[in-house]
């Protein structure tokens, strides 16, 4: 069974803190994603990643970094938490080849709060 | 701008009936669109896929309906079940690895 897994389901921060989100995947895929969900605005793609020590910017990537020094692991990073950031925020990833690229599979979310 | 639109955010439909949920799309060059569905406090799962070579798929419960000229896709669930309630999010590929996403539209199944 596929699974990606997210370091927590929910997090509390205060504003300035430098927060660590992590996610890992045991599928073998290429492709990790980071993204954010707001009601409203449906899913947003801060980064994205099709392979170790490769990222991509995504939509949103301002004031989020990330880091995938391992194929199954992929981490966003807020430098200094802000209130806006207070958000669902959903793991990706996808096998690189053809169709299959297509078909994410997404971890249960991080809901953080920036207090 | 979005590429990707769904302009209605909540539905709510009887158990039993059919439920249609739109879509519609900007980018003529997309050649793929998705359907996910996503539980509270769960991350989205994929339901259903088509190709722009085709204007049905159907799997099970699920129909997806193309229609390129109008650039419009619907998904059609029948009939409606109470476990149907979720929120549904259309996407289209971008790129080789990318995709898309709408804003999604939340399904409500009434008993």
């Known amino acids: 069974d596929v699974k990606v897994t997210q370091s927590s389901r929910y997090l509390v921060k205060r504003t300035g803190e430098k927060v660590f989100l992590e996610c890992v995947q045991d599928?073998?895929?290429?492709?990790m994603f980071w993204y954010r969900q707001d009601p409203g605005l449906g899913l947003r793609l801060i980064y994205f990643?099709?392979?170790?020590?490769?990222?991509e910017k995504g939509d949103i990537p301002e004031g989020y970094s990330v880091s995938r020094e391992k194929k199954e692991r992929f981490s966003l990073i807020l430098e200094s938490a802000s209130t806006n950031q207070t958000s669902m925020y959903l793991c990706?990833?996808?096998?690189?080849?053809?169709?299959?690229?297509?078909?994410?599979?997404f971890g249960p979310g991080t809901r953080l709060t920036v207090t | 701008d979005q590429q990707v639109k769904q302009n209605s955010p909540s539905l709510s439909v009887q158990e039993g009936r059919i439920s249609i949920l739109n879509c519609d799309y900007t980018?003529?060059?997309?050649?793929?669109f998705l359907w996910y569905k996503k539980y509270p406090a769960e991350g989205p799962t994929f339901l259903i896929s088509?190709?722009?070579?085709?204007d049905k798929n159907e799997d099970g419960r699920f129909t997806v309906f193309l229609n390129k000229s109008a650039k419009h896709l619907s998904l059609h669930i029948v009939p409606s079940q109470p476990g149907d309630s979720a929120v549904y999010f259309c996407?289209?590929?971008?790129?080789?690895?990318?995709?898309?996403f709408g804003k999604g539209t939340r399904l409500h199944i009434l008993p």
């Open positions: 990706a990833s996808s096998s690189a080849s053809g169709l299959s690229s297509y078909e994410q599979y």
């Open positions: 599928m073998d895929h290429e492709n």
């Open positions: 990643s099709y392979d170790v020590k490769m990222k």
């Open positions: 980018n003529s060059m997309f050649d793929y």
């Open positions: 088509i190709s722009s070579i085709k």
């Open positions: 996407a289209a590929p971008e790129g080789d690895d990318k995709i898309i």
